[in-house]
């Protein structure tokens, strides 16, 4: 299709269907209500399942389900209702079944506001359900790139037999931009190998399940589980760097606050100070050799996040004390403008790029 000028939230639930989504289970919350809202015309215009389920508790168990069952699977909710489907998500990354999950994120901490922040990193990258397991997620920047990581995100949850995370923050899901929506060649896979399609005539039945009773049955489900993350590191780590050879400070930043940082650098560019972006796309895995290669003239990095400081930690684990790293962030639904973050990099090294 041509470029058209559309809202985030709809962009990406379009892209969803361009993608072979067959089910969406869903229930409502700010500021993501424009993904089911779109999603209960297009999906009946198609042909396919949409259901606005009882609770979010209910709507990621239908998830599991549909996922089990090997339809291409999506959820979409907003910091709230994620964590209350995070049990469904630690379950689904047990049991390796593949969905795609869209956070539009609001401010917290509690039911907080529904203004744009940053505020759940942890619950995201972390995982905020229980057990030893992580989901790739995706942090777009732009409306095309949201569209463009929700193709990718269905591949990969497919490939990898994994859960899939897309995080949107409320500026994203709610702005209007060009875009053009272009799907991929799907990946191959062979879901009669685990789904519980009926089909038994040639195969096995399959049992799909994250409980084992046995303490070294489970152990082995942990190591298969962490060999295919090693393998999503290696082969699914995505940023944009934007390095100066000279840079003396660099910006990390992701989601819709990159674009104000990229501002920021535009604005110290022109009174004569050389920085760069590390701009992490995937946030799990976190594109840590970027931190690993700048260069000799770097006397700190600036982390701005729309938070009191959460991707500030995993900055520092890349870094490992051989830079300082800083925080700049705003929080409760306060967005910062370029001139802070400029004026913040120019306090810094003005103390050489010390605390």
């Given amino acids: 299709m041509a470029k058209v000028l559309m809202k985030g939230n709809e962009a990406l639930s379009e892209a969803a269907i361009a993608a072979g989504c067959t089910a969406f289970f869903g229930y409502p919350i700010t500021p993501q209500n424009e993904i089911p809202e779109y999603l209960s015309a297009r999906m009946e215009e198609e042909g396919l399942t949409f259901v606005q389920a009882e609770s979010e508790v209910a709507a990621i168990n ?66 905020g359900g229980n057990g030893d397991y992580f ?102 780590t995505l940023s944009e760097v934007d390095m100066p050879k000279d840079a003396e400070i660099v910006f990390c930043a992701y989601g819709v606050p990159s674009r104000i940082a990229k501002n920021a650098i535009t604005l110290l560019k022109k009174e004569g100070i050389s920085a760069g972006l590390i701009r992490p796309i995937t946030l799990w895995p976190f594109p840590e050799k970027d931190f690993q290669k700048l260069p000799k003239t770097v006397k700190a990095v600036l982390v701005t996040e729309l938070s009191m400081g959460q991707m500030i930690e995993d900055v ?36 050489g790029g010390k605390k």
């Fill in 135 to 236: 989901t790739p997620v995706y942090a777009p920047n732009s409306v095309q790139e949201a569209t463009d990581l929700v193709f990718r995100a269905f591949n990969v949850a497919d490939e990898y037999r994994t859960p899939t995370l897309m995080i949107v923050d409320g500026m994203l899901g709610q702005m209007m931009e060009p875009v053009e929506i272009k799907a991929p060649p799907r990946v191959k896979v062979d879901k009669e190998t685990y789904a519980t399609s009926g089909n038994t005539d040639k195969r096995k039945k399959n049992v799909i399940n994250s409980l084992n009773l046995s303490g070294l049955g489970l152990e082995a489900m942990n190591h298969e589980r962490f060999k295919d993350y090693e393998k999503i590191k290696k082969k699914e």
């Fill in 316 to 351: 520092r684990l890349a870094l490992n004390g051989a830079i300082p790293a800083h925080h700049y962030g705003r929080v409760g639904g306060v967005v910062f403008e370029p001139d802070e973050l400029a004026n913040e990099a120019k306090r810094i090294l003005k103390k």
């Fill in 62 to 127: 239908m998830v599991y389900g549909a996922a089990a069952a090997g339809a291409r699977v999506m959820t979409s909710s907003s910091s709230p209702g994620i964590a209350l489907k995070q049990e469904g998500i630690s379950y689904l990354a047990g049991a390796r079944l593949p969905c795609f999950i869209c956070s539009v994120t609001r401010a917290g901490p509690g039911l907080g506001g529904i203004l744009p922040a940053q505020s759940d990193y942890f619950q995201a990258v972390k995982g």
